[in-house]
């Protein structure tokens, strides 16, 4: 069954490709040359990525055009007083301007100390931890940063809104949005870019949204009901027995079954019977049950 469930998640890997784009924040990302610029891009998109699609796009659509079209240098330049009025009124659900007026100025100082935001993450080592270390120290160092233009007294509140957008694993958080960036930055095909060489793929843990948590359970690949960073690490562990290295490349093939609403909430037959994972759905045989019984009332109706 193993093998079967690899050749069908291989099936959906390569359909669900670039074409598909449209339906992630990472279709912004893509539309930059510039490494240093995606990277930026990439944070802001990867962070702000939670609600439902077409208000993610829209609002993220604004965002952008006021970091205009070399976002690294925006940054670079970048002068809370002087330019923080310009996000002043944007909203994005948890989000305000002001966490966006923070979330810039800290990829400022990223970029000041490290000259990118990879090598912030790496933090100076020559030797690369696991990811629940990594994401744990970068999350640590970021909220460290200088915060005095949106707080005076150099303190974090701890209700300060950036703190959601640098969710901790130490916490018990999935840390879905910072994995997403990640799997962005460090996974290299025709969808994810491959920026950050010095993390292997076979490190990363799987980016843990609604629909990958509820698809995972229904096939299987985890037994766990709450979804946090336990549940990512189950998930992800389950996928290194199908690609040991790089167990994450399912992922936007499996949030594309939610997303694009081919993998209802309630099992509806005519949308399931079509779904490659299907053998392997615990919500199927409910659904057959159903299409058998349709059957049997037909037949007993001629």
Same mark, same amino acid.
């Given at each position: 069954?193993?093998?079967?469930?690899?050749?069908?998640?291989?099936?959906?890997?390569?359909?669900?490709?670039?074409?598909?784009?449209?339906?992630?924040?990472?279709?912004?990302?893509?539309?930059?040359?510039?490494?240093?610029?995606?990277?930026?891009?990439?944070?802001?998109?990867?962070?702000?990525?939670?609600?439902?699609? /077409?208000?993610?796009?829209? %609002?993220?659509?604004?965002?952008?055009?006021?970091?205009?079209?070399?976002?690294?240098?925006?940054?670079?330049?970048?002068?809370?007083?002087?330019?923080?009025? %310009?996000?002043?009124?944007?909203?994005?659900?948890?989000?305000?301007?002001?966490?966006?007026?923070?979330?810039?100025?800290?990829? @400022?100082?990223?970029?000041?100390?490290?000259?990118?935001?990879?090598?912030?993450?790496?933090?100076?080592?020559?030797?690369?931890?696991?990811?629940?270390?990594?994401?744990?120290?970068?999350?640590?160092?970021? =909220?460290?940063?200088?915060?005095?233009?949106?707080?005076?007294?150099?303190?974090?509140?701890?209700?300060?809104?950036?703190?959601?957008?640098?969710? !901790?694993?130490?916490?018990? !958080?999935?840390?879905?949005?910072? %994995? =997403?960036?990640?799997?962005?930055?460090?996974?290299?095909?025709?969808?994810?870019? $491959?920026?950050?060489?010095?993390?292997?793929?076979?490190?990363?843990?799987?980016?843990?949204?609604?629909?990958?948590?509820?698809? +995972?359970?229904?096939? $299987?690949?985890?037994?766990?009901?709450?979804?946090?960073?336990?549940?990512?690490?189950?998930?992800?562990? %389950?996928? @290194?027995?199908?690609?040991?290295?790089?167990?994450? /490349?399912?992922?936007?093939?499996?949030?594309? =079954?939610?997303?694009?609403?081919? +993998?209802? /909430?309630?099992?509806?037959?005519?949308?399931?019977?079509?779904?490659?994972?299907?053998?392997?759905?615990? !919500?199927?045989?409910?659904?057959?049950?159903?299409?058998?019984?349709?059957?049997?009332? !037909?037949?007993?109706?001629?």
């Amino acid at each position: 069954m193993k093998n079967l469930l690899k050749q069908k998640l291989d099936t959906l890997y390569t359909t669900y490709d670039r074409a598909f784009l449209d339906s992630d924040p990472l279709s912004f990302v893509h539309r930059y040359a510039d490494p240093a610029d995606q990277e930026v891009v990439g944070l802001v998109c990867a962070t702000l990525a939670y609600g439902n699609v /077409k208000m993610i796009r829209s %609002n993220l659509s604004s965002l952008l055009a006021l970091l205009g079209p070399r976002p690294a240098r925006f940054v670079l330049r970048f002068d809370p007083v002087r330019d923080g009025g %310009n996000f002043s009124h944007f909203s994005h659900r948890f989000t305000k301007g002001h966490d966006i007026i923070l979330l810039v100025y800290y990829m @400022k100082q990223m970029l000041k100390t490290s000259g990118s935001l990879g090598e912030f993450f790496r933090g100076g080592r020559s030797e690369i931890l696991e990811i629940r270390q990594l994401l744990s120290d970068f999350v640590q160092r970021v =909220l460290a940063l200088d915060c005095s233009p949106m707080y005076p007294d150099g303190i974090l509140p701890k209700d300060a809104g950036i703190r959601f957008l640098f969710s !901790s694993p130490d916490n018990g !958080s999935a840390c879905k949005r910072l %994995n =997403l960036f990640l799997r962005w930055m460090v996974r290299r095909d025709d969808i994810d870019l $491959g920026l950050w060489p010095f993390i292997s793929p076979a490190q990363l843990i799987i980016p843990l949204d609604t629909h990958v948590a509820r698809i +995972c359970g229904l096939i $299987g690949l985890t037994a766990r009901k709450t979804a946090g960073w336990a549940m990512a690490e189950e998930i992800t562990d %389950n996928l @290194k027995m199908l690609d040991p290295h790089d167990p994450v /490349k399912y992922d936007f093939a499996i949030s594309r =079954l939610g997303i694009l609403a081919r +993998c209802p /909430k309630v099992p509806v037959p005519f949308q399931c019977l079509q779904c490659e994972l299907k053998e392997f759905c615990t !919500s199927f045989s409910s659904v057959d049950t159903l299409v058998d019984g349709a059957s049997r009332l !037909s037949s007993s109706a001629i």
